[in-house]
């Protein structure tokens, strides 16, 4: 940055934010969002999409796509209907105390739709306490005021005549202590829901999948949209791959000349095949690159900017746990569940008998005496 000028600075900042919005729509990416958009086209669609990958995959990208999409769909109901709003998005952020809080949630998504008095809404008490002398407890107000947010944004997205809620970073939600209030979590979405008639987007990593295991209910009102990163042990997603890196040599070499394909190995190992990770790096080389006035972009200055093994080992255990939770079982299973149930093993049992601590086992004792 030494000698940079002012004009300088702002040439690469308009370079490199041109580069990050140059969108490319490979395979993998393209038949996602079809199938995104076939799931909630459907007029029988679920009442909640859960649409998932890897971390660094391109999953907030292709949703920003899709609520383009859907305003560019909606836009001549959006000028007749000035209270139309067709898509409502919002962060779910992670917590700052010990669990996810519904009330900054509700907040955000009142404040995002600019509604008046969102730091003035809570439930109106009964009467005696309206009296100084019987004023209503901390933590009954507390609460009263996160059941008025909720009813405020439930009202908000039903008078917008909302078809869609996003909610991105989704897996923030599921921050609580206990699988009690995890169950908890997907009990109000699914309650948002059925009082809105809103399709809800979450959009998140594969900890989302966790809702497979939490409740049959909301497992039954909801589907799954799975954004995999390319898989180097496939031979066409490493064709693909390849495309991509193309696509992306020639947008840089607009800038700086630049060799990606041929150490297209390199590249995928260090990106683990998610294309929105292989995007952010390539930027901050590009960006150096300009700044440095560099001849060209490779794999040696690449390896600069490069993610640390160690971290992209976590980014890719996560995805194969999560891809492993993705596969389905046989048929096999299924029909063994079906036929003899879940059978309760010695330890289930034995857990739930009523004797007293050094009380032994009923067994039959020998009887006379041993010749």
């Known amino acids: 940055m030494n000698g940079t000028t002012l ?24 038949d ?3 199938e995104l958009c076939t799931a909630i086209g459907a007029s029988s669609s679920p009442q909640i999409l859960i649409f998932t990958g890897p971390t660094g995959v391109g999953k907030t990208t292709l949703t920003k796509a899709l609520e383009n999409r859907m305003l560019s769909y909606y836009g001549d109901q959006m000028e007749a209907e000035r209270d139309f709003v067709p898509v409502v998005s919002v962060s779910a952020v992670p917590p700052s105390g010990s669990g996810f809080s519904w009330k900054d949630f509700h907040v955000r998504v009142l404040a995002g739709r600019n509604e008046p008095l969102v730091d003035r809404k809570y439930l109106m008490p009964y009467q005696p306490t309206l009296f100084p002398d019987n004023a209503l407890p901390i933590k009954a107000l507390e609460q009263s005021t996160a059941d008025a947010l909720r009813r405020s944004s439930e009202e908000v997205l039903r008078r917008r005549k909302t078809k869609l809620f996003v909610i991105d970073e989704a897996q923030h939600m599921l921050l609580v202590g206990g699988h009690q209030r995890l169950e908890c979590q997907f009990e109000c979405l699914k309650s948002l829901t059925i009082e809105t008639g809103v399709t809800v987007l979450l959009v998140g990593t594969y900890r989302l999948l966790e809702i497979l295991d939490q409740s049959g209910q909301l497992t039954r009102r909801s589907q799954i949209i799975n954004f995999p990163r390319y898989d180097i042990r496939r031979k066409d997603d490493r064709e693909n791959f ?25 590249f995928y190992t ?11 790096w390539l930027s901050r ?37 999560g891809e492993a939770k993705l596969a389905d079982v046989d048929d096999a299973r299924l029909t063994d569940l079906l036929l003899n149930g879940i059978l309760l093993g010695n330890d289930a049992t034995s857990s739930s008998s009523n004797r007293r601590p050094g009380k032994r086992n009923p067994k039959r004792d020998p009887v006379g005496v041993a010749a």
């Open 270 to 280: 260090k990106c683990a095949g998610c294309i929105g990770i292989l995007k952010d």
């Open 32 to 34: 996602t969002f079809r």
């Open 285 to 321: 080389c590009l960006e150096y690159a300009l700044q440095e006035k560099l001849p060209c972009i490779d794999a040696k200055l690449a390896e600069r900017f490069a993610h640390k093994n160690r971290g992209l080992v976590t980014i890719i255990e996560e995805a194969c746990l």
């Open 242 to 266: 390849q495309k991509v890196l193309k696509f992306f040599e020639l947008k840089l070499a607009e800038y700086v000349p630049t060799q990606l394909v041929p150490q297209a190995d390199y």
């Open 7 to 30: 004009h300088e600075k702002t040439i690469i900042s308009e370079a490199v934010a041109s580069f990050k919005s140059s969108l490319f729509q490979h395979p993998i990416a393209k």
